[in-house]
């Protein structure tokens, strides 16, 4: 397993949070999600033998979202 | 059929627009909702003799707004 910090832009209520969380977690080889809003992140733990950075990035634009990493 | 303009404080993003506008839609004698984000507003038209607005404000309160009305 692997972390990483998604810098997130956009999210500004819990029902953006709760968006973002699960677009994350319904992708295959995300195991935890963790959103700050205040701090306008996500925390992900993630195999990254099984899905990869751009893999999230999408699952969080699609959302309508912009992911900055 | 009547029409109010409820004042609504909270609302930050689309899922906002639609939670609210859902709130409210499902009360029997509300016909048309329009919520407008910008203006931090909800016109309903309704039937007063099927809803109130006591009624309208606690569907949006439910949600998570107040309602200033």
Do not use: F, R, W
């Amino acid at each position: 397993m692997e972390n990483i910090t998604l810098q997130i832009e956009g999210m500004t209520c819990g029902h953006c949070k709760q968006a973002v969380t699960n677009s994350l977690q319904e992708l295959n080889g995300v195991e935890n999600v963790q959103v700050n809003l205040e701090q306008n992140n996500a925390e992900v733990t993630y195999n990254p033998n099984q899905v990869s950075l751009e893999q999230m990035k999408e699952a969080v634009e699609e959302q309508g979202y912009d992911v900055k990493n």
